[in-house]
């Protein structure tokens, strides 16, 4: 007799759903024949990866016989000199997904407490159950973290505090002053990882930096990340910065060679390419309100977002309105498994993709209404 191969999965793997990736465009354009797709679903960078980056992949290609350097010690260097810290404060990941996971397999034992908000980036739930540990998630503010919510959900048990800044889906952030009173009342055994995938894009001078906290909280994690800002979401490379034993913990969990030398090498030269970052920040600073200001017209509401996404309120449900944009050719980002029926996620591309999908949208919203 053959087993049910579900049972026998650890106890939190067995109700857990595995990650909703936006739908590829390679994808699209099988399923119904189209060309030209516009992906506007994963926050990547509308202006692809830094050419120097390029650049040295092509030169590196005749090596990837080797092993990766498994330390990534060039990449670690040139961290360490952007930010002022020490190489060892670093952990590499094969993005920072892995090094969230990281953190949760090196810290949480069945029946720990993780706390985290209501709509905030689901991979924290997941590496959470995946582990067994106990999910409290506190209720959100404006689609925002609630951080006094959140440090009321503090007890004896909470091992992880996770808080994305900005958070995905929702582009809503936490203050420079927010933070620094969170982080002055977390208990010191309790972690928090503070995630700042889309930190590049901050423009509000009221956007705390993570790093200038960490001297001061040991019990800090900052996480950060190439796919976004940096335009290298399909090599697959993040990394933290913490504490030295923290670091040291989470170097025993990590895979031997977690980041690819691809990955390595394009990351290294995309950190330097400030030419690149600068020119991606600009067309996002101007795409957000341009976006916005457009959709509004269309009588729709948005979150305010400090992010390169916009999510939108359909006031109905938003999925109809996703399928039949698919059908013209763009693809948005549903965020119902979010708990938000009613809302789409869009990326904010370039002009030419904004206006697209902007052109789509009307369409769509008067056919279906
Ligand atoms: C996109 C994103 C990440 C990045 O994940 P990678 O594994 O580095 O590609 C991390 N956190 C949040 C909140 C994100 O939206």
Redesign the pocket.
Known sequence: MSCDFISLAASGVQDLHPYQPGKPPEELERELGLKNVVKLA??ENPLGPSPKAIAAIKEYLNKISFYPDSGGYRLKEALSDKFSISPDQITL????????DLVARAYLRPGDEVVFSEY??V?YSIVTQACGAKAVVTPSREWGHDLEAMLAAITSRTRIVFI?NP???TGTWVTQEQLAGFLAQVPSHTLVVL?E??IEYACKDELPDGLDFLEKYPNLIV??????AYGL?GL???YSVSNLQIANVLSRVRQPFNVNSLALIAAENALGDDEHIAKTIQTNNAGRPFLENELHGLGLTTIPSV?NFITVDFKRDAIPVYQAMLEQGVIVRPVANYGMPHHLRISIGTRPENERCLSVLQKVINNIE
């Not at 990941?93 to 969230?100: A, E, K, Q, T, W």
């Not at 996480?223 to 976004?228: D, E, L, P, V």
């Open positions: 994963s926050n990941g094969n993005g920072s997904n892995d090094v969230l905030a980036f991979v994305a958070n995905n889906p995630d995938a889309y996480t950060r990340t190439f796919s976004k979401a697959r490379v993040g992010g």
